[in-house]
């Protein structure tokens, strides 16, 4: 396999419904974007650009299948080759990866990955239906589907196992809204207090409205090239390119009903010993062994033994804020067990923003700078693509640029994850970019 | 679709706007509408937007699993057991996860307890009207895996911690629906 860099990339702002476009020109704003980023035009891309993969979730939000080639149409990009990736929550991560094989393998020297979902098409019940249609539907769907309530039975375990408390969870929702004050593409953006997050509506025991992300409609477009690839586009803009470079990718998986998981023993990384998880049964439904795995995987490829000190940002998957919390562990920011408290001290806040919260380790290592799922928005087919499209202009130093002030901006960030994660934990992939 | 719950079992958002009256989506009939004389003005219309109703009747069948929900119209809660490993799954399998091997039904204890459980205030909109429920997972201690259900018998609207571990046993539907929820647990 060869060198795969990530060039540039684009995102549609998020919002609760678009009414004013149908899905595919969402994606070429997306698109138009980050061709203009590389100082490009359409005619003059289509000329060097090899192939593309389409990523969105539920062809129920849609009620149209095939949505992927209405949009390479619309994009002018027929008739070349592309196929549409699916795998729930993670989609986004999928195609990133998906491209990132395209161009590794020596098929493709620039591809693009775009993504999108239109969530504003049912009512928030109907889609929460569709949604938990993602779950076994023999056995679970219809016993109650609904995902917070899956995800609310995961976290009273973690509680249970661990002691974590609804306030360290409250801190990743004041964090994440807080943050997303500063991202002019985020859904919600809001100054909150651990106070405002517990006295939100209650959903599903014990996670509040500010809890759990929000339904959105939107897209983000990124695109990936070879060495080679970036030559022929630097060649036809007459510009330099600050990509940044794709180190290592990484997934895993779990059964599909949470009842199914195992109880067995930690799948342990590099820093970690057996001693360290005595009489802990995993992963029970408290952690999610995809996530361990696609860090495992992740992290062999890009060398990396200890990411706490490899890595200098992370864009996770966090539909909520226990599963912000799961995450670190799984990825091993922390042993498991310890998130909450992890969350708590601030290692997970940015160093430079007042939070309204006394924070003993501020900054450690910044999690979902850009405001996550919670405060961005969840469109589901662009999520994955839009944390590849902030991790990349974290690298690039170029928050400023793109966001209209630089307050979110990791100082000298040189590596990144990026984290994109499908059902209760059943297809999860972690990417890692580092600045060239 | 407003939540007829929302404003007995819910305090407002912070975020939610002033007292205002419920949305809903039953829209009227529109059967022309104004168009300007210079098309120049068409990408300044607001867009059109229509309801597509959309209704489907799936033929399903539970396969392999059949057997359980003929168990459970029977009063009988049943799990399959690795004929080769030993593994019990307390949610039926048919072939080992673990070993690839064949599984064999076998009856699963009346009697079990909490392993975790939340209380759902909002729903899909399939259950949505059987708000707030308790959904549990079952453990047995001999049992390899967990069964998902619903708690009957303790006050949605003080949970509690309390109720991980709380022995419970499991009831029947007399009246069999063939669906999952034919069995559910109350404190035992």
């Keep these: 396999m060869r060198p795969v860099y990530m060039v540039s990339g684009g995102v549609s702002k998020f919002t609760k419904a678009r009414p004013d476009v ?34 969105y979730f539920s062809d129920h939000f849609q009620r149209q299948l095939m949505s992927g080639i209405m949009v390479q149409d619309y994009l002018g990009l027929c008739p070349k080759p592309s196929h549409r990736v699916e795998g729930g929550g993670a989609t986004g991560g999928l195609c990133f990866q998906e491209a990132w094989k395209s161009v590794a393998s020596g098929l493709m020297d620039v591809c693009v990955a775009y993504g999108f979902e239109t969530m504003s098409h049912v009512n928030t019940w109907k889609g929460n239906e569709f949604i938990a249609l993602a779950s076994d539907v023999s056995f679970d769907y219809p016993v109650g589907g609904f995902y917070s309530g899956y995800y609310a039975m995961m976290v009273v375990r973690h509680m249970q196992e661990f002691g974590t408390t609804v306030e360290q969870m409250a801190h990743i929702s004041v964090k994440n809204h807080n943050n997303a004050f500063h991202n002019p593409y985020a859904q919600k953006r809001k100054l909150l207090t651990i106070e405002d997050v517990r006295r939100a509506p209650m959903v599903a025991w014990p996670l509040t409205r500010l809890d759990i992300c929000v339904m959105s409609d939107g897209a983000a477009a990124t695109i990936l090239a070879s060495e080679e690839g970036v030559s022929k586009l630097e060649k036809a803009s007459g510009k330099r390119i600050k990509p940044a470079k794709i180190v290592g990718i990484g997934r895993g998986t779990d ?90 001290e601030g290692n997970s806040f940015l160093p430079n923003l007042d939070y309204g919260l006394a924070l ?16 961005c928005g969840h469109p589901v087919g662009a999520t994955g693509l839009m944390q590849a499209v902030f991790a990349l202009w974290q690298l690039q130093g170029s928050i400023k640029k793109h966001f209209g002030n630089d307050r979110l901006q990791v100082k000298g960030a040189r590596r990144g994850a990026i984290h994109s994660h499908a059902g209760t934990g059943t297809y999860v992939t972690v990417s890692i970019m580092e600045k060239v | ?17 002033p007292v205002a009256l419920p949305e809903t989506d039953d829209g009227t009939v529109l059967f ?71 599984c064999d039904w076998f009856e699963l204890p009346h009697v079990g307890a909490v392993h975790t459980f939340t209380v759902c205030y909002f729903g899909s909109e399939e259950f949505q009207k059987e708000t707030p429920f308790v959904l549990i997972l079952v453990e047995w201690p001999s049992i390899d895996t967990l069964f998902l259900s619903r708690l009957l018998g303790v006050d949605p609207l003080k949970p509690s911690m309390d109720w991980v571990g709380m022995k419970i046993r499991a009831k029947f539907r007399r009246l069999s629906k063939f669906k999952p929820t034919d069995v559910y647990f109350v404190p035992a």
């Design chain 1, 22 to 55: 149908t899905f595919q020109p969402m994606v070429k704003e997306a698109y138009d974007y980050a061709l203009k980023d590389l100082g490009l035009e359409h005619p003059r891309f289509v000329e060097i650009v090899d192939g593309s993969v389409a990523s």
């Design chain 1, 255 to 344: 059964a599909m009903r949470m009842a199914d998981r195992p109880h067995r023993k930690v799948l342990l990384l590099p820093h970690e010993r057996a001693s360290d998880y005595r009489g802990l049964k995993y992963p029970g439904i408290h952690s999610f062994r995809a996530g361990r795995m696609a860090s495992k995987l992740a992290y062999e490829m890009a060398g990396i033994t200890n990411p706490l000190e490899a890595l200098d940002f992370i864009e996770l998957h966090d539909a909520y804020t226990s599963s912000e919390i799961q995450t670190y562990e799984d990825m091993g920011l922390c042993k498991y067990g310890e998130g909450g408290r992890w969350a708590e």
């Design chain 1, 360 to 375: 003993k380790k501020p900054g450690t290592l910044p999690v979902n700078s850009s405001g996550g799922l919670i405060a």
């Design chain 2, 1 to 17: 679709m407003a939540s007829p719950k929302r404003g007995r079992l819910n305090r407002k958002l912070p975020d939610e706007g």
């Design chain 2, 32 to 102: 022309n509408v104004p168009f300007p004389k210079d098309l120049a003005q068409l990408k300044a219309m607001a867009p059109i937007i229509i309801k597509q109703p959309y209704q489907i009747d799936y033929i399903h069948s539970y396969g392999q699993d059949s057997p359980f929900f003929a168990g459970l119209a029977n009063g009988k809660l049943l799990g399959t057991v690795c004929t080769k490993c030993g593994y019990k799954y307390a949610t039926p399998k048919l072939h080992c996860m673990d070993c690839g091997s064949e």
